[in-house]
């Protein structure tokens, strides 16, 4: 298959389009419903949205956690399915099953008994963290059946299956919202829970995607359908040591990723309750945003994986380079078309206080002014470096610059010096501006080109 950036390369685009396309949709889709999320609870007042918003970042930090396990996954099995060897597929779903239920456990603890006694450390807001504490303990069995979700939709997708994690996830999407309008506000005779509706319509639909996810895999006696045969090999301490090394660092590097990612939320709300509602309606513009670009990667990293497991590096180097010319034309022409509809943005969330609406419109013109300098990270991180394994490097230059300069730069801003809201939004984009040379130079070395499959 050539590669060549040409409107007549009809193979690559169907391909790419195969891949991306529903990844793209249901990451759309999932944003939103976190706007929804945030929509119907606006009529709540600001604690509401705040209150949402703050432990929809405390899921979302457990959610890049799980996706280090998950993407680990996905670049083994899209490299061992580059090079047929799809035994070894199935063990490395077992093998992330396993370590992924043991590493969500202790999560599920701490976020399903007495939350309010450490959410005080992250908002000074007694209400907003009463709120909070209760979404979290009716959501908190959520975070093992999403880890499993992750897991069984990165290793479908690795291998080409992009359409039943959409379908699933869509599924999943069209209760949530039924249930949150149910709930939420009362409808059909059900009391209006407020907040707590809202978690109980995620909790509700994550299971309804779950089963739908196992029923479809099973039903159809896929490979990935595993038995007791294909998990008792998992359990053998060579196969998981040897997947603990190698997503170790993509684990670290997501978790202390979103962690950092959490802590600018958090230090957010230390400038006003206004700056942490405008949060919680930024989060999910942002992700619908970002939706068409993980596609995007996650296309680029299947393509990419599969042709370094079939030893096929010059591959590997076009597809990175037409990816990169297809992210430079994309993100310019969302970026304007994002702020050309801002008005009718603004307009939806027409139930917010004017001080909130007026820092919204700010955030959102500085988010479409930098957004491009993320998005070429992010698609140079998860669609070629990790693609072949590069995770160390990838490790060691995001959370030096995440931990030893934006988050020190924030914190001094905010606490040292009391500066507005809008700085300090601004200077969330400062890390991924240090990012962007040296990973645009990492790929140029083209270290990250290994068949990780001759490791085996």
Known sequence: ??????????????????????????????????????????RLGS???????LAAKLHFLLLVLMSGLATGCSVLVAQYSGA???????????????????????????FGVRPDIWLGWLNPDAEVVALAARYLVITAP??????????????????????????????????????????????????????????????????????????????????????????????AWQPARRFLAFSMPLVANYGLWGLGNATYHVMTGFTGTHALAVMGVIVPIESAFFALFVGLASASAVMVGRTLGADNTEEAWRLHKVFDRLTLILVLTLSLTLWLISPWILGVFGEVEQDTAELLRATLGIFCALVWVKIFNMMRIIGVLRAGGDNRFVLITDVSVMWGVGIPLCALAIFGFGWPFLVIYGLMFLEDALKFFPMWRRIGKRFWMKNLTQED
């Not at 690559?12 to 889709?29: E, K, R």
């Not at 099953?97 to 599920?108: A, D, E, H, R, S």
């Not at 739908?212 to 045969?229: D, E, M, N, S, T």
């Open 84 to 110: 047929g060897k799809f035994a070894s597929c199935q063990r490395t779903l077992g093998v992330t099953l396993m370590v992924g239920t043991l590493t969500m456990v202790p999560f599920l603890l701490l």
């Open 142 to 235: 959520a975070l093992l059946l999403t880890q499993w979700i992750a897991i069984y939709e990165a290793s479908l997708r690795a291998l080409g299956n992009t359409g039943m994690p959409l379908l699933a996830g869509t599924l999943s999407i069209l209760i949530n919202v039924s249930l949150n309008y149910i709930l939420i506000f009362g409808h059909f005779g059900f009391p209006a829970l407020g907040v707590a509706g809202a978690a109980w319509g995620t909790l509700i639909a994550r299971l309804c995607q779950l089963l739908f996810i196992l029923g479809w895999v099973y039903g159809r006696q896929h490979g990935f359908a595993l038995r007791w045969a294909q998990f008792k090999p998992a359990l």
């Open 1 to 42: 298959m050539t590669t060549e950036l040409r409107p007549d390369n009809r193979q690559f685009w169907w391909t790419v389009l195969l891949l991306a396309l529903p990844v793209a949709l249901q990451m759309l889709l999932q944003s939103l419903l976190g706007m929804a999320d945030v929509v119907m609870v606006s």
């Open 47 to 53: 604690e509401a949205i705040a209150a949402v918003g």
